[in-house]
């Protein structure tokens, strides 16, 4: 499986960005899919993931502000980013778990479980 990120970008607070991740390769079985994120100086941290039913679960600092969604047909991540905080600023990569099966783990996969990671992109909010 191949990801590759889209979208990103500099907003000041309280606006919104949208994230888009394509994926491509063996779509056959199902995974887990998730957007991480890294700010400068801290550890890499779940945002959201999403199973293959599609149920979702959130990191709580971004409940309500974000959504993640996909489309399974045209082999889309999406990550949808509302009410835009200074702290969001990161570096935010989609990932696939390295478990088969299209359940998510709770709370959200572990870094070292991930098995494939896109090339991540910037995302800057000014206050």
């Known amino acids: 499986v191949r990801l590759v990120e889209s979208g990103g970008g500099s907003v000041q607070a309280g606006g919104s960005l949208g994230l888009s991740c394509a994926v491509s390769g063996d779509l056959s079985i199902p995974y887990c899919m998730a957007w991480f994120r890294q700010a400068p100086g801290k550890e890499r941290e779940g945002v959201a993931q999403?199973?293959?039913?599609?149920?979702?679960t959130y990191r709580d600092s971004i409940k309500g502000r974000f959504t993640i969604s996909k489309d399974n047909v045209n082999s889309w991540l999406y990550l949808q980013m509302n009410r835009l905080k200074p702290e969001d600023t990161a570096k935010y990569c989609c990932?696939?778990?390295?478990?088969?099966?299209?359940?998510?783990?709770?709370?959200?996969?572990?870094?070292?479980?991930?098995?494939?990671w896109g090339q991540g992109v910037l995302v800057t909010v000014s206050s």
């Open positions: 999403i199973d293959s039913s599609g149920t979702t």
């Open positions: 990932a696939v778990d390295s478990a088969d099966g299209g359940d998510c783990p709770s709370p959200a996969i572990p870094v070292s479980r991930v098995g494939q």
